[in-house]
Nanobody, 118 residues
Framework: QVQLVESGGGLVQAGGSLRLSCVAS??????????MGWYRQAPGKQRELVAT???????NYSDSVKGRFTISRDNFKNTVYLQMNSLKPEDTAVYYC??????????WGQGTQVTVSS
């Protein structure tokens, strides 16, 4: 079983920055083999992909955040990060961390709220 705990959300003005963190843990768990990801869900909208990073460090971003957000991972700390720069009001959402092995079912964190004021 994998547990994911996100942190780092909050209220920020447009143009500002935040860094989200997600710490993973589990009884039988090897963080380095997991693809880690960030998703978000805004009020009244479907949950959408923000970014993913594979076990080999390959990254993927949604077009809406490309060039502004950076996903990274620290396998020694079992942590994945999402650095968010040049934030816009439309980035306001609950951000969720995920962990998934190839062909496995993703595990979700509880989410952290990000609010960007105009």
């Amino acid at each position: 079983q994998v547990q994911l705990v996100e942190s780092g959300g909050g209220l920020v003005q447009a143009g500002g920055s935040l860094r989200l963190s997600c710490v993973a843990s589990g009884s039988i768990f090897i963080f380095s083999i997991y693809t880690m990801g960030w998703y978000r869900q805004a009020p009244g909208k479907q949950r959408e992909l923000v970014a993913t990073i594979t076990s080999r460090g390959r990254t993927n971003y949604s077009d809406s955040v490309k060039g502004r957000f950076t996903i990274s991972r620290d396998n020694f700390k079992n942590t994945v990060y999402l650095q968010m720069n040049s934030l816009k009001p439309e980035d306001t959402a609950v951000y969720y961390c995920t962990a998934q092995t190839d062909g496995g079912v993703p595990t979700w964190g509880q989410g952290t709220q990000v609010t960007v004021s105009s």
